[in-house]
């Protein structure tokens, strides 16, 4: 047996470039989510302002996501990429000018609107580009380095976007360090070179038909939609990021500098389980791996929610993000390598409508119910809620708990329509 190649992905040109672009684009994406929400909450101490943010952000993704992955699955996803990452570039420049003129809050959240709307367009594009970019038998390799080099922005993010709130004592800095670090990937993208694209089947077929086949090919995976069914009600409920400026400013009394390093917490549990996910051997008990990860996540909140103490709070989240790490290789690789390649933008989007679900509308969810019950309460209440769901999935489809190891899954050809 060939000894495994921890550095297989990061051999081709193409995947460096696109992970160095990634990783900017990341690394600002971090700086920017601090700032706003430090900037929402300092102006209205509302936490039912930090779950209309979830609300608004999540509108476009399930709205567009799906017209989205099809437009992915028949155009060029670079050149899609290419195209609506200016506007979002643009975007953000117009946010440092409405926060820098102290511009009412409606004015960001509609411009925010607008962001995420290009958003939505291009995410699906960017996640359906990477099995052009390296070989069958690399990708989850690939994925685990996505994941590893997606925290290690998460974790350097928030803690540049906190250190440079205490500095400026204002956000709009960190909203044009977004807006460049966005441009870097952007410049990234012009480089790529990816494997053609052959759409095989369902080129002349109705946008609607199209659509339905990459809902009808999830939902006859029982692996794919029990991932994204556990993954999305986990941190529908269980999710406490949308809370940290609470737990900053009110709880923990830590400031804006400590904002920081609780936001980069998760990506130091999340760095050092994606790091030893590549370069150990692939999971052989890949389900029930994913299963215990969600229910530590859930377990890991409930202990955040509680505490009182700064370092036990940072113990805490670093453990949501290493259980959460294991489940996004997880599910990333599912969707990755079961799915043909002529359908991973529709299969893509849907993923992201459950994302989309479960990260902004958790964020509502969370924002909301700190407004009438409180903070604490909602974070804890969230964690039980996790655990619990973890019970529900493992019982609904047990052929999760059979999952083995990743590296050995190949793409489920689609069923015909009527089966």
Not at 390 to 412: D, F, I, T, Y
């Amino acid at each position: 047996m060939m000894p495994r190649d921890p550095y297989a992905a990061l051999r081709s040109a193409n995947y460096r470039l696109f992970a160095l672009g990634g990783l900017a684009s990341a690394f600002g994406g971090q700086i920017f989510s601090v700032a706003l929400g430090w900037e929402l909450y300092e102006r209205t101490h509302d936490p039912g302002a930090l779950g209309f943010l979830g609300l608004l952000q999540a509108i476009p993704i399930v709205a567009l996501a799906l017209p989205a992955g099809d437009l992915a699955d028949r155009k060029d996803r670079r050149r899609i990429l290419l195209w609506t990452l200016p506007f979002v570039f643009l975007c953000m420049l117009g946010l440092a000018w409405l926060s820098y003129k102290s511009a009412p809050i409606w004015s960001l959240y509609a411009l925010l609107l607008v962001e995420s709307l290009f958003q939505a367009v291009a995410n699906p594009a960017r996640a359906a580009l990477l099995p052009q970019l390296v070989s069958q038998e690399t990708l989850s390799n690939a994925i685990a380095w996505n994941t590893s080099r997606w925290q290690l922005a998460s974790l350097g993010g928030p803690a540049v976007g906190g250190a440079l709130l205490a500095l400026f004592h204002v956000a709009w800095p960190s909203y044009i360090i977004a807006a460049v670090s966005l441009g870097l990937f952007w410049f990234c993208v012009i480089f790529l070179r990816p494997t053609p694209l052959f759409i095989t089947r369902g080129a002349a077929e109705g946008i609607v038909h199209r659509l339905a086949a990459g809902a009808a090919f999830v939902r006859g995976q029982p692996l794919i939609l029990a991932a994204l069914t556990l993954d999305m009600l986990a941190v529908l409920f269980g999710g406490a990021t949308a809370l940290l400026p609470v737990y900053a400013r009110d709880i923990l009394h830590v400031g804006p500098a400590g904002l920081g390093w609780l936001r980069a917490a998760p990506a130091v549990g999340a760095l050092i389980v994606g790091l030893t996910i590549a370069y150990r051997a692939p999971l052989k008990r890949a389900g029930v791996a994913l299963l215990w990860a969600v229910a530590g996540f859930g377990i890991a909140t409930v202990v955040f929610g509680l505490s009182t103490n700064f370092y036990l709070s940072l113990l805490a989240l670093a453990l949501t993000g290493a259980t959460d790490n294991i489940s996004v290789v997880v599910r990333h690789t599912l969707v990755q390598a079961k799915t043909p390649r002529e359908m991973q933008g529709r299969v893509s989007a849907v993923n992201s409508v459950f994302i989309g679900i479960s990260n902004e509308l958790g964020a509502a969810e969370s924002g909301y119910v700190a407004r009438w019950l409180g903070a604490v309460t909602s974070v804890v209440l969230g964690g039980i809620g996790t655990v619990l769901v973890v019970s529900g999935v493992a019982a609904k489809w047990p052929s999760l708990r059979g999952l083995g190891s990743l590296e050995s899954l190949r793409p489920e050809e689609p069923k015909p329509a009527g089966d």
